[in-house]
């Protein structure tokens, strides 16, 4: 297998930088993902989730062993496409599967399809505009992943978008789930916060 390109870095001249929270806003709203936060996104996560270039090594190793010729890698949140240019060259080259990237926000797939144009990647890769709190189909899967996305879902759709993936899903297929999560214990909690 290949070394796969290392993420930007901050300071990278190429990627623009996230400033969107610098100054205090009046009202808080529900988080945006339109053009403004599409801009700056690779910025944001770079800075903001740590050990974020280690969480897309470690998805793009478990993903490579478990992509299966002829199937499906789907990635439900896909935003820029991120994690798809960070797998596709860890996947053995005898290896034809496919990339389904699904995103609800235009601008962050703009964003992907600019960065997926001319990247080298060898492998299909197809972006749908499409709301997971709505039934999505998924099929032939080896690999679904779920990145920092669940928590964008209604709790009341997680169930039904679960159901659909294990169904989509073929026998031996992965499941990637990274997320946020509240603990019970409140002072835990205040903990995983602070050093977040």
């Given at each position: 297998?290949?070394?796969?390109?290392?993420?930007?870095?901050?300071?990278?001249?190429?990627?623009?930088?996230?400033?969107?929270?610098a100054n205090p806003r009046g009202q808080i709203d529900d988080f945006d993902f339109g053009a403004e936060t599409a801009a700056v996104f690779d910025d944001m996560l770079q800075r903001?989730?740590?050990y974020y270039a280690e969480v897309q090594r470690i998805i793009g190793e478990l993903v490579a062993r478990f992509a299966t010729d002829g199937s499906n890698?789907?990635?439900?949140?896909?935003?820029?496409a991120?994690?798809?240019?960070?797998?596709?060259?860890?996947?053995?080259?005898?290896?034809?599967?496919r990339f389904v990237g699904i995103d609800s926000s235009p601008e962050m797939l703009d964003r992907a399809r600019q960065k997926l144009d001319g990247s080298g990647i060898?492998?299909?890769?197809?972006?749908?505009?499409?709301d997971l709190n709505q039934p999505i189909q998924v099929e032939n899967a080896s690999a679904v992943l779920f990145v920092l996305t669940?928590?964008?879902v209604r709790p009341l759709h997680r169930e039904r978008?679960?159901?659909?993936?294990?169904?989509?899903?073929?026998?031996?297929?992965?499941?990637?789930l990274l997320e946020k999560i509240v603990g019970e214990d409140s002072k835990l909690n205040r903990l995983f916060?602070?050093?977040y």
């Open positions: 297998m290949s070394d796969p390109k290392p993420l930007k870095r901050e300071n990278d001249p190429q990627r623009a930088q996230d400033a969107i929270f903001s989730v740590p890698i789907y990635d439900m949140g896909c935003s820029t991120t994690t798809i240019q960070h797998i596709a060259p860890l996947i053995p080259p005898a290896v034809t599967a060898r492998h299909p890769v197809e972006l749908r505009c499409a669940l928590q964008f978008l679960m159901r659909s993936v294990c169904e989509g899903m073929n026998k031996g297929g992965c499941l990637v916060i602070e050093h």
